[in-house]
């Protein structure tokens, strides 16, 4: 731990949220002066006037950018126009406004959402310009790039101390369970509770089986920006992973079992499987600021479940 922290007050946007919580935990841990966490109902993020008060009221030395429209796959089917625009105006007025006001460090989450479809594996940084993203999450994708863009020009125009950090898949207790917006891990641990309980003899799972993935726990992502927050001061995006990859196919597997359902999974080849292949290239995270994921796949995954099965009705609760 460094004097970093020491009399400086941070706030994080999104706070609240699932990714939010517990990057809480991890700036609370290294006690700084105050850490504050607003919600929508106090500031809505995507007026540059709520934006510009926030800080006004509360003159953070670090501000750490949480606060997005984030779903599944589904809901960026559904509401693709709210992704772009809601994730653009939030990161645009938050970046200018942390510009204006000369806050110490400011640090953007991005999303690995951002790299082109066909993305050699494992994905490095310097491959985020080389094509578009895949098209089911490309608005969400480029609005989050966007402020890459804007962080280096900064940067380079007025010496503007922002990071951009980009987490590959998260897992974890505190996850949005309901269908309208959950990701592949919640919303398959919930198909095979539900099974379970209804005795149902079949789940149907989105797609083909056939694209993978990469998860990182959630704590693990919160230790990765708080150790970045503390240590990086660059314009290059630094990603966050596991260098673990898992076919959905054995995914279902997996959670299937470990849930205790026994019956058939039929999968629905009409719905699209969103990007073939995620796993990206940790080291940049480890040459930089010394982050390692810590938590085994299995161990994360059994702590989802568990969490899931005693907080049904708070982890279903959140859709939009
Ligand atoms: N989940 C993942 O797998 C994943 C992966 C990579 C990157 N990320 C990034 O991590 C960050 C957090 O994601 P998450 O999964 O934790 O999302 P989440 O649980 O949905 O939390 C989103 C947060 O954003 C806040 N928010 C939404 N609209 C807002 C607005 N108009 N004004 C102010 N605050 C607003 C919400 O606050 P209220 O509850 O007060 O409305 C909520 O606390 C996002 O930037 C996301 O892009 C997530």
Not at 12 to 30: D, P, Q
Not at 203 to 214: H, K, L, N, P, Y
Not at 271 to 293: I, K, L, M, Y
Request: proline share 6%; with cysteine.
């Amino acid at each position: 731990m460094t004097g970093f922290w020491a009399e400086r007050t941070v706030l994080i946007t999104g706070g609240g949220g699932f990714l939010g919580r517990a990057v809480r935990r991890a700036v609370e841990r290294r006690d700084p002066a105050r850490v504050l966490c607003p919600s929508s109902a106090d500031y809505d993020l995507r007026e540059a006037a709520q934006v510009t008060a926030m800080l006004d009221d509360h003159r953070p030395d670090v501000v750490i950018h949480l606060a997005a429209r984030v779903g599944g796959i589904g809901a960026n089917l559904e509401r693709p126009a709210d992704l772009y625009l809601d994730n653009l105006l939030m990161g645009t007025h938050v970046l200018e406004a942390t510009r204006r006001a000369d806050t110490a460090k400011t640090v953007i989450v991005g999303t690995i959402c951002s790299y082109p479809k066909f993305t050699p594996v494992p994905f490095e940084e310097s491959s985020l310009w080389q094509g578009y993203p895949e098209e089911t999450n490309a608005p969400y994708g480029i609005a989050k790039l966007a402020q890459l863009v804007q962080l280096q020009a900064n940067r380079a125009q007025y010496g503007q101390s922002a990071i951009y950090l980009m987490p590959t898949n998260l897992y974890g207790p505190g996850d949005k369970f309901h269908p309208a917006v959950s990701h592949v891990i919640p919303a398959l641990v919930k198909k095979c509770v539900d099974a379970v309980e209804s005795g149902a003899d079949h789940i149907e799972v989105w797609g083909t089986g056939s694209a993978s993935r990469e998860f990182l726990y959630v704590d693990d992502a919160a230790e990765g920006i708080a150790l970045a927050t503390e240590r990086y001061d660059d314009a290059d995006p630094v990603n966050l992973g596991t260098d673990e990859e898992r076919p959905i196919r054995d995914l279902v597997v997996m959670i299937a079992e470990m849930v205790g359902f026994a019956g058939e999974i039929r999968w629905d080849t009409t719905r699209p499987d969103g990007q073939p292949r995620r796993r990206v290239d940790p080291s940049r995270a480890r040459r930089a600021f010394g982050f390692e994921a810590e938590v085994r796949f299995e161990d994360g995954l059994r702590r989802t479940i568990d969490w899931y099965r005693g907080h049904r009705d708070e982890a279903e609760a959140r859709a939009y």
